[in-house]
């Protein structure tokens, strides 16, 4: 175990751990979600995101445009995309742990558009998630993955915001 925590205090994952202003900057729910105000547009959110996943060298697994299959059924969604990525070598932490975090894991973001306009980012909290799975024994990669999750989100974080 000590080598596969040691892993994770890699240069790979450090910065990873939001600022106090970054975590204040986001709502999260008895539920376990966390939303974040985004600055930009819809298109312009997910592009910036892509481009923090990529930057961080994690593995971007697809996206899911959830209007555009709502269209194709013949449902009117405001815009709704689902971005899913992640890192194998810390989620497999998570899988290791309780096969059922698979359901957790790959990262699931998504990012919405609200009657107002209001562009919001959403995800799961891992401290929620890992809670609800029963897994006890990895804090240290429950911190990362969080602080992971939220960093991304701060990179199209509204400066003001309000939940």
């Known amino acids: 175990m000590f080598a ?3 892993k994770f205090r890699s240069a790979a994952f450090r910065g990873l751990i939001p600022t106090r202003a970054e975590a204040r900057s986001a709502t999260h729910t008895t539920d ?4 974040v105000k985004s600055a930009y547009s819809v298109d312009e959110t997910i592009d910036r995101i892509k481009k923090a996943i990529a930057a961080k060298g ?3 697994f697809g ?7 709502a269209a194709r059924a013949g449902v009117k969604l405001r815009p709704s995309t689902l971005l899913v990525f992640g890192s194998p070598s810390l989620g497999a932490q998570f899988l290791s742990a309780n096969p059922y975090a698979g359901l957790d894991w790959p990262i699931r973001l998504l990012v919405l558009q609200d ?4 562009v919001w ?8 998630t890992v809670r609800r799975r029963g897994i006890t024994d990895r804090p240290e ?3 990362l993955a969080s602080g992971l999750i939220d960093s991304i989100a701060s990179t199209v974080r509204a400066t003001s915001w309000s939940s």
């Open 32 to 35: 376990g979600l966390v939303r």
């Open 115 to 118: 009657t107002a306009g209001t």
């Open 4 to 6: 596969q925590v040691h």
């Open 141 to 143: 990669q429950s911190a």
């Open 58 to 60: 994690i593995p971007f």
């Open 121 to 128: 980012v959403a995800y799961t909290d891992f401290g929620w």
């Open 63 to 69: 996206a899911v445009d959830q209007a555009r299959l």
